[in-house]
């Protein structure tokens, strides 16, 4: 933040009834804001003391006065004269800087678009094709109160612009969606900022946005048409595998590279249920028939999932995500790992597979087997033999 001070306000100068201004009538004997102070005086010399009464009412005149002598100073000088601006005038004036002219004149509607990591490419795109980031609003930080943003104010830090996405760009994109965002969709919100040349060259306009983000945050899918008429369920296609580090799922990977699950289908449960949001226990059931048999479809065979070590698992829809309008769940296949999280695969679930880097052994065919459950999944009931 800047050192800089914001300069004084200008001082009022003298005028008609204010010591140093010119003679006026509000200098005459008995008027003015001092009028009432003479009176009493001459009283005082040429009549002697005087009663309480008169006494009481000379100072609520004087008082008066003050009062009526400060309002005809503002009256004089002016009210803004003491007014302290967010921003001194004549300061560097927005310019776009870095992000370009699409930065500098993007507005709600608009949809964007880069290659480069720095987004210094950044590009008006057509909403209809492929594109990064649409967006939702944009927030003037020159309009901020106090020197936080005001002209050589320091370069803010990532910590802050996720504050002031928080701030600005959620409530922005509930609007722009009319209510129906998915807070648990595939579209997370978002915020571009000018980058440290255009704060420099005095650029204080964000843009708030909506993004398909990967695992570190930043936009990596690219989106075609607008996010008001896409569906915002979390889903991927068929035959998607997700990435691993550390045990958990990243991002979209060739399934040849080690991965934490692959996509055997997607669902529609508006298809079954109507009106409003399921239970997770009713959409449990559905989506273990609906799942079982689509594992097997894609897999090639009902016991490939068995042979090859999977576990079969899916998500849920919750009230806030159904009422966005969200519908839609994958269904997955991966595997446990011995402690927290997932086992590495490679090679896609429909050929020859390695579990940690071994080919996978299949368990004895005697009904019994219980594969390890994933994270947040509880383990199947297995009934006993009777």
């Known amino acids: 933040m800047s050192d800089e001070q914001l300069p004084p306000p200008p001082f009022s100068q003298p005028g008609p009834g204010m010591p140093g201004g010119p003679r006026g009538r509000a200098r005459k004997k008995g008027g003015g804001p001092l ?114 943003f005001g002209p050589g104010s320091r370069f803010p830090d990532s910590l802050r612009f996720s504050e002031l996405r928080d701030e600005h760009c959620v409530s922005a994109a509930q609007v722009y969606l009319g209510g129906k965002l998915d807070p648990r969709g595939k579209f997370a919100v978002g915020l571009i900022n000018p980058g440290e040349a255009g704060w420099k ?41 997700i990435g691993i580090k550390g045990n958990l799922p990243t991002d979209p990977v060739d399934c040849t590279q080690p991965h934490a699950y692959e996509i055997v289908s997607t669902v529609d449960l508006g298809k079954q249920f109507q009106g409003g949001p399921p239970s997770k226990d009713d959409q449990d059931k559905f989506m273990e028939d609906q799942c079982g048999k689509d ?8 016991d490939a999932l068995r042979n090859k070590t999977l576990t079969l698992f899916w998500d849920f829809l919750d009230a806030r995500s159904w009422l966005a309008g969200s519908r839609s769940l994958n269904c997955m296949v991966g595997k446990g790992a011995d402690q927290d999280g997932f086992a590495s695969i490679t090679g896609t679930a429909r050929g020859d597979i390695q579990i940690d880097g071994q080919a996978p052994v299949p368990p004895p065919n005697n009904g019994r087997y219980t594969p390890p459950p994933l994270p947040g999944a509880a383990p199947p009931v297995i009934p006993p033999s009777r």
């Open 35 to 148: 009028g009432p102070l003479r009176n009493l005086r001459g009283k005082l010399d040429s009549d002697g003391p005087l009663s309480a009464p008169t006494l009481r009412w000379g100072l609520l005149a004087v008082a008066v006065g003050a009062v009526v002598a400060a309002l005809i100073t503002l009256l004089i000088s002016g009210f803004d004269s003491g007014r302290v601006e967010a921003h001194t005038p004549g300061g560097t004036q927005p310019t776009g800087a870095v992000a370009g002219a699409a930065f500098g004149t993007a507005r709600q509607g608009d949809c964007l678009n880069w290659s480069k990591p720095n987004a210094s490419d950044l590009s008006k795109v057509d909403c209809g094709g492929k594109h990064l980031f649409e967006v939702t609003a944009d927030v003037d930080l020159s309009k901020y109160p106090g020197k936080e």
């Open 201 to 241: 060259a005095g650029e204080r306009t964000l843009r708030c946005g909506l993004q398909v983000a990967g695992s570190q945050g930043v936009a990596t899918r690219p989106i075609t048409g607008s996010v008001r008429d896409s569906n915002q369920s979390k889903v991927y296609d068929v035959g998607t595998c």
């Open 295 to 302: 594992a097997g479809d894609y897999l090639g065979a009902p």
